[in-house]
């Protein structure tokens, strides 16, 4: 058999599947607040950064914890910016962090994302979930010392809305 095909069928004993009502347990085991948007994602704000918990593969395998980082920055940074965002991927497993271009801003993405198509225990899913969710706001701290005006301004308009 050669690496790239695949070996036999699981045993039946195999783990459970992930699904979205195994994120949102997970998520009320600790407590956090969320919601389900029409697609049936579930996400929600974590330091005031929007993150979804995203099914995705042909069988909604993999799961992808994406956050957004939520300031307002300008095109004319995309050079130093992508330098931040290269200068991360290089030194860090994870997550995988982006930037392009939306409208007149930019936006700024890390993702952490693992096949599961195995199936995988409750604690595995409690650990993805959470290292996800807190190496993307490190990356998002990062960035919002590079960005202190943006990031204040940020803050303040979520001040606001409480």
Same mark, same amino acid.
């Given at each position: 058999?050669?690496? #790239?095909?695949?070996?036999?069928?699981?045993?039946?004993?195999?783990?459970?599947?992930?699904?979205?009502?195994?994120?949102?347990?997970?998520? &009320?085991?600790?407590?956090?607040?969320?919601?389900?948007?029409?697609?049936?994602?579930?996400?929600?704000?974590?330091?005031?950064?929007?993150?979804?918990? #995203?099914?995705?593969?042909?069988?909604?395998?993999?799961l992808?914890?994406?956050?957004?980082?939520?300031?307002?920055?300008?095109?004319?940074?995309?050079?130093?910016?992508?330098?931040?965002v290269?200068?991360?991927? =290089?030194?860090?497993?994870?997550?995988?962090?982006?930037?392009?271009?939306? &409208?007149?801003?930019?936006?700024?993405?890390?993702?952490?994302?693992?096949?599961?198509?195995?199936?995988?225990?409750?604690?595995?899913?409690?650990?993805?979930?959470?290292?996800?969710?807190?190496t993307?706001?490190? #990356?998002?701290?990062?960035?919002?010392?590079?960005?202190?005006?943006?990031?204040?301004? =940020?803050?303040? =308009?979520?001040?606001?809305?409480?």
């Amino acid at each position: 058999m050669g690496f #790239f095909n695949k070996p036999t069928a699981t045993p039946a004993s195999a783990l459970p599947p992930l699904s979205a009502e195994r994120i949102t347990a997970c998520l &009320d085991a600790r407590e956090m607040r969320y919601g389900i948007d029409g697609d049936g994602d579930v996400g929600g704000y974590w330091d005031g950064h929007l993150f979804y918990f #995203f099914r995705i593969g042909q069988d909604q395998e993999y799961l992808q914890v994406r956050g957004r980082w939520n300031r307002q920055v300008g095109l004319d940074e995309l050079a130093a910016v992508s330098a931040k965002v290269n200068d991360w991927n =290089a030194d860090r497993l994870w997550p995988k962090v982006y930037v392009r271009v939306e &409208d007149d801003r930019l936006g700024v993405y890390a993702e952490h994302t693992v096949d599961y198509e195995h199936g995988l225990t409750d604690e595995q899913l409690d650990v993805h979930l959470a290292c996800g969710i807190s190496t993307a706001l490190s #990356f998002f701290e990062a960035l919002d010392e590079a960005y202190p005006e943006q990031a204040a301004a =940020a803050k303040a =308009a979520e001040a606001e809305q409480e």
